[in-house]
Each structure stands twice: as structure tokens, then as C-alpha cells.
């Protein structure tokens, strides 16, 4: 830009600059309120301008003008009176018209011209950079957002794929061996012998496996959704099991249930994370005693298929939302994340004492 406006003011300067025209040295006769002194010195320029061939060659071809030019020298030559100066002001009007007219239509049109196309023709330059510039910008911008993107996909498909392998490795082990261990321990209570304090630590036994079972079943029942459910049957038993884990008043609405049981994997999957890493959230950090889960469709939607919106609002202690704490910063980052994987947007709303609200629409 620098090297452009160094050339713009060049070219601007190389225009022809006449140092002394006829308008000047009218002006400064004007102005002196046609003194004796001026009169003399704008007879001698008025000569000398004479002589300047190409700044009046308009006197070559008007003889009008040039008639007007030889009154103005013949009337500033002697001293004037009163009516000497009237015509005299006449006499300069029309020949100033003549000589600015000339002017135009001559050398200076063109060469005014010829400026004037090339600085449009360097503006286009200096425009069409700009627009390549932008242009580039935005193409790095927009692949950046996509490697962005295309990042936090795969991270969190690889959460995802980790949580699956880890559902299969506790259903195939933990949860099969906790069951056969409460098998095993049912056949032993006719070897226990009547003693009191062995019924006892039996019965300790048995309720500890049963726990251990129930919460190991609670555990693979909130990992992933079974896509080959219904939808709204999915978000149902993840909040029953989380309300019998949590022991917290997790109350449920789903409005147009066929909207959402036409939801392909990829999106039962995200709803049923953030459901889920919405209510633990609120369990662990929010101190709440109530849970609303909401399920229903943009009633001012246009599209063909309505906008899907789900209310997750707690009335717990609520948080600063402008300085989250670094437990909690990652969960929720991570639903707002799944929410854009589906297109959609993910609203955290939170005041201190006053709970959350958590809105996914998409």
C-alpha cells in the first residue's frame, strides 16, 4: 500500500502546472483594487504571457479572444478610470471564458483523461488485491474451522469408541463375574451352619454383590443409547436410572414423539450424552434437588422438519458461566461440542442461586 500511494502522488504531480496563467495574475489585479502599481505589473505579465505560446494558444484560432486580449492590454497599459475599469472587467470575463474553455477541450482534456484512466485502472488493481487478499484469508479461515472440526470429531468419536470398548470389557467381565459370584454365593447358604454371626456376614455378602450388580447395571444402562431403540424410550430409561442412581426428582417431558423418533444415530447418540453428562453434572457440582428434562419441537419453525430443542434445568447454586471451574469447563465444552456435530447449538444460561439451564436445539 505504501509503493501504491507513492505512485498515486506522483502521477498526481506530473499533471501540467502552469507556474503563471491568466487567472492568477487577473486575481492578484483584482484584489489590489486596481492600483496604479498593480496595473503596471499586470501589464508586464500580461506580455509575458503573451509570449508563452502554449499556454495561449487559444488566441491563435479565436480571433474573438484574441480581439478581447488586445482591449485588456491596450485599456491596463495607461491609467483607468472609472469607465475604463467597467470595460476593462468585461473585456477579462469573456476572455477567460475563451481561455478556460480552450483549455479543457485541448491538451489538458487529454491529459487529464489519460490521469484519470489510469488511476481506475490502478484502483481496479489495488481492488481486485484486496479481494484475493480476503479472499485467501477467509479460504485459510474456512480450513482451519474444517481441520478444527474434523479434530473434535475424532476426538470425540474416540471417546465414544473408548466408552464402547470399556461397556463391552464390564459387560463381558465385571458385570458376567459379579453375577456368577452372587450364584455361587446363593449355593453356599445351605453349608452356612445356624450361627448367628455367619447368617449375618452372609446376608452382608449377599446385599453387597446385589448392590454391586444393580450399580454395575446402572452403569452400562447410562454408557451408550441402544440405536436400535426408540428414541424417546432411550432418554426414558436413562433418566429412570439416573433418578434410581442419583436418588435425584428427575422429571421427564417429551412433547411430538414421532418428530423425535425419526432421529438418525448420530443424533440419538449426541442428545443421549448430553442428556446424561448434563444430569451427572448437576448431581455432582450443582447441589440440586430437581431435574427437568425437556423433549419438544420449534412451534415456529418453517422447515419441513421441525427444529428439536432439549431443556435440561436444574434449581441448584448455579455458577458464574464467565469463570467456570476447570472439573466442570470440560464437560460442558464437550456437549457443545456433540450439539455442533449435529448441527445444532448448545446454550448454557446459569446464575449463582438461581440453577441452570441447558438448551440444545438443532
Known amino acids: 500500500m505504501k509503493k501504491i500511494s ?12 502552469f507556474a503563471k496563467d491568466f487567472s492568477d495574475i487577473y486575481s492578484d489585479f483584482y484584489k489590489s483594487d486596481f492600483s496604479e502599481a498593480a496595473r503596471v505589473q499586470f501589464y508586464q505579465e500580461l506580455q509575458e504571457l503573451k509570449n508563452q505560446d502554449d499556454t495561449l494558444f487559444v488566441l491563435q484560432d479565436n480571433e474573438d479572444a484574441k480581439a478581447n486580449f488586445d482591449k485588456i492590454a491596450e485599456l491596463s497599459s495607461h491609467p483607468m478610470n472609472e469607465a475604463d ?11 477567460s471564458q475563451a481561455y478556460v474553455s480552450s483549455h479543457i477541450t485541448g ?14 485502472i490502478l484502483f481496479m488493481i489495488v481492488l481486485l488485491r484486496y479481494a484475493v487478499n480476503k479472499e485467501e484469508k477467509y479460504r485459510k479461515l474456512k480450513n482451519l474451522s474444517e481441520i478444527t472440526k474434523a479434530v473434535e470429531e475424532a476426538t470425540i468419536q474416540i471417546q465414544d469408541s473408548e466408552r464402547s470398548a470399556l461397556y463391552q470389557t464390564l459387560h463381558d467381565t465385571v458385570s458376567q463375574n459379579t453375577k456368577a459370584e452372587q450364584i455361587f454365593t446363593e449355593k453356599l447358604e445351605d453349608y452356612i451352619p445356624k450361627d448367628k454371626t455367619a447368617r449375618e456376614l452372609y446376608e452382608s455378602i449377599k446385599k453387597i454383590q446385589n448392590t454391586n450388580l444393580t ?8 454408557y451408550s443409547a441402544n440405536t436400535e431403540k426408540d428414541f424417546c424410550q432411550n432418554i426414558t430409561e436413562l433418566c429412570t436410572t439416573l433418578k434410581n442412581s442419583t436418588k435425584l426428582d428427575i422429571k421427564l417431558l417429551i412433547q411430538n414423539q414421532e418428530a423425535f423418533s425419526q432421529a438418525d444415530k448420530k443424533e440419538k447418540e449426541s442428545i443421549y450424552n448430553i442428556t446424561k453428562e448434563a444430569v451427572n453434572n448437576a448431581f455432582r457440582h450443582a ?3 430437581s431435574i427437568s428434562v425437556i423433549l419438544r419441537t420449534d412451534s415456529k419453525s ?7 430443542i432439549l431443556l435440561i434445568i436444574d434449581d441448584g447454586k448455579g455458577f458464574d458461566t464467565q469463570s467456570v471451574d476447570k472439573s466442570l469447563h470440560h ?9 455442533e456435530l449435529i448441527g445444532g447449538t448448545c446454550t448454557i444460561k446459569s446464575e449463582i442461586d438461581s440453577g441452570t439451564e441447558i438448551s440444545v436445539e438443532w
Open 302 to 308: 418453517t422447515s419441513r422438519a421441525p427444529r428439536k
Open 85 to 95: 475599469i467597467k470595460a476593462f472587467q468585461f473585456y477579462a470575463y469573456e476572455f
Open 215 to 222: 450399580e454395575v447395571r446402572n452403569i452400562l444402562n447410562t
Open 107 to 120: 491538451e489538458h482534456l487529454l491529459t487529464w483523461t489519460i490521469t484519470g484512466f489510469c488511476i481506475l
Open 6 to 17: 507513492l505512485f498515486l502522488i506522483l502521477l498526481l504531480f506530473s499533471l501540467p502546472f
Open 287 to 289: 447441589n440440586c434437588e
Open 331 to 339: 464437560g460442558l465444552e464437550i456437549m457443545k461440542k456433540r450439539a
